[in-house]
């Protein structure tokens, strides 16, 4: 149900292509070529984006979205294309980005210090010792793959983070809000008018024994059909119909039957206000309003690039399997990094 999952530069990138946010003009002009290494994706200018590299962040971003929501998330259809299918062209367009953000660095002469590679290079030595066997015979990367990527992208943060120093930009409690609701839901995909109904006539006669005092947690261990009973999410982040009559609720409080894209839905709300996942969130909703601000010139020296790339390698990327999943996580690895600079 949830929309998007992530943090760090490299998320808020990849969040945003696909949620369709990455605007025009947000890539070098392509030039397709069979002349990249055994195992490049593309090269922009003299720097290559590799296979291993693309991999670790597929199967690092691929496996928060099975973990938040569930077996089967990835297979779902996003309208002619599986989410996993989105999932890649996001982290390529994203990983894109990052390596125009790394030219950029040499235009406004902005280098990673000493003391930064350092922690680099711990961070990445450290999650490579963590990989699993599944993991690394997936991505077929050494410890020096995952120091590069990880090198490019602090580099492209520091890029972010000081031409987007000055922006003043404030986000308000009820802006970044995040609440955490329950829910009993009946899925209406698929069915017919008469099937629809029956579900309807299904989901009221559980509001009834709702309001007669009956266990939400207990009705919705009998009848919801999805396979997850709570979430917590801020404005955005779910479906239109559902966030709406959630954010409406407070503390203790129950909807109605309420009709989203998916289904029916009963919502109780367990928290109107989270302090903790509101702060946080209000770091995200920063950070992307500073992205938006960030959108001009980093179009403009994108323009000014040229992107040799292989299509056939960009749309054969291979998925990862499930026994890739969990285990070592390359966002976590990389904020070690940030959190040892603050």
């Known amino acids: 149900m949830r929309k998007t999952a ?7 990138l990849a969040a945003a292509a696909l949620a369709g946010c990455s605007g025009g003009g947000g890539f070098p002009q392509l030039i397709f070529t069979a002349g990249l290494s055994a195992d490049g994706l593309f090269r922009i200018e003299d720097e290559e984006m590799t296979e291993p590299q693309a991999k670790i962040v597929l199967m690092t971003e691929l496996s928060r979205y099975q973990t938040l929501y569930g077996e089967g998330i990835l297979s779902r259809d996003m309208g002619g294309r599986t989410l996993e299918e989105e999932v890649r062209e996001g982290v390529l367009e994203a990983l894109g980005k990052v390596m125009v953000m790394d030219e950029m660095a040499d235009i406004y002469q902005i280098r990673l210090t000493e003391e930064e590679r350092g922690r680099i290079l711990s961070a990445a030595a450290q999650y490579y010792g963590e990989l699993g066997e599944a ?16 090198e490019r992208i602090a580099l492209a943060d520091k890029v972010f983070r000081e031409l987007t120093a000055e922006e003043d930009i404030e986000i308000s409690d009820d802006e970044a809000r995040v609440i955490t609701v329950k829910h009993i839901m009946k899925k209406t995909g698929g069915l017919g008018p008469e099937e629809k109904e029956e579900a309807y006539s299904q989901m009221l006669a559980v509001f009834d024994r709702l309001t007669r005092g009956e266990d939400f947690d207990t009705l919705a261990g009998e009848f919801s059909e999805d396979t997850r009973i709570q979430y917590s999410f801020g404005r955005g982040e779910m479906d239109e119909a559902f966030e709406e009559a ?21 919502i109780l709300c367990v928290s109107n206000f989270d302090r903790e996942a509101t702060d946080v969130h209000k770091e ?6 500073r992205w938006q601000a960030f959108q001009e010139v980093y179009e403009e020296a994108a323009r000014e690039l040229v992107c040799q790339t292989s299509e056939r390698r960009m749309e054969g990327l291979a998925f990862p399997p499930e026994a890739a999943f969990g285990g070592a996580d390359f966002y976590e690895a990389y904020e070690s990094c940030l ?3 603050n």
């Open 6 to 12: 992530g943090c760090a530069l490299i998320l808020l």
């Open 135 to 150: 993991q690394l015979a997936y991505t077929e990367a050494s410890q020096e793959d995952v120091a590069v990527l990880m």
């Open 246 to 266: 959630a954010f409406a609720l407070d503390a203790g409080e129950m909807s109605t039957v309420v009709e989203s894209a998916q289904g029916y839905h009963i």
């Open 284 to 289: 995200e909703l920063e950070k992307q309003k």
């Open 339 to 341: 959190a040892q600079e």
